[in-house]
């Protein structure tokens, strides 16, 4: 009678792309079973030359949660192949405080108020300011800024160096804009004015440019975080 051997099923799949290697690590096994196969497969099979490059590794655990200390000890193993090392670990899943975190800097701000001169209005997230900044105001926001009111003092938005932000304005009258690293000082805006709200973005030459708000659906299609239903 012949007998079939089971194969062994596999925990790590490894896709070869420009950027390097991707590991795709199966979230169902345990994590010993895991570290046990990702050193069978990377560390005791690797056969490379001591002067080898190195390989950027990103790190796909699906719906699996690592601590601080098993990251660190996935990379260390990863490591002990000579030539690998992780770039990035993606996961589906975040802790409580993650979570708590994100939505901190994720989250529209609205805030009733006029900023006058020598004061500063910084926000995490997103800002919604309903008045105006005046000459020698500030407001700060680590995502966008939308003001329903005047802007004639300084706006930066994405300080944290996120260029895709925006800024907004009922009347655009800026002393300075900035998005990211990127900086303009009183801007000239491009329609007459008047009663039409305008916006500022930095565009595919990484300067900031002003133009009608309408212009953003084209320019920022993901803007909105509401699902869009036909």
């Not at 660190?72 to 996961?91: G, M, P, Y």
Request: proline content about 3%; hydrophobic content about 40%; charged content about 25%.
């Amino acid at each position: 009678m012949n007998v079939v051997a089971k194969q062994k099923q596999q925990y790590v799949t490894i896709k070869g792309t420009k950027d390097g290697l991707t590991l795709h690590l199966d979230d169902r096994c345990s994590y010993d079973d895991l570290l046990k196969e990702i050193e069978e497969r990377l560390v005791k099979q690797a056969g490379v030359a001591p002067d080898s490059p190195l390989v950027s590794v990103h790190l796909n655990i699906g719906n699996r949660y690592l601590t601080p200390a098993q990251e660190e000890e996935v990379r260390a193993l990863i490591r002990r192949s000579k030539n690998l090392v992780v770039d990035s670990i993606e996961s589906n899943v975040m802790s409580k405080a993650e979570a708590r975190e994100w939505m901190r800097k994720t989250e529209i701000v609205p805030v009733s108020r006029i900023v006058r001169s020598g004061q500063v209005l910084h926000v995490e997230g997103d800002l919604l300011l309903i008045g105006d900044v005046n000459p020698g105001g500030t407001v700060i926001a680590g995502g966008n800024i939308f003001i329903l009111g005047a802007l004639r003092g300084i706006a930066h938005a994405g300080y944290a160096g996120n260029k895709q932000a925006i800024i907004a304005a009922s009347v655009m009258k800026p002393m300075q804009l900035r998005i990211g690293d990127v900086m303009n000082r009183a801007p000239d805006s491009k329609t007459d004015e008047g009663n039409e709200m305008e916006c500022a973005y930095i565009d595919e030459h990484n300067q900031i440019v002003v133009d009608r708000l309408q212009l953003l659906m084209h320019l920022r299609p993901n803007l909105t975080r509401l699902e869009r239903r036909m």
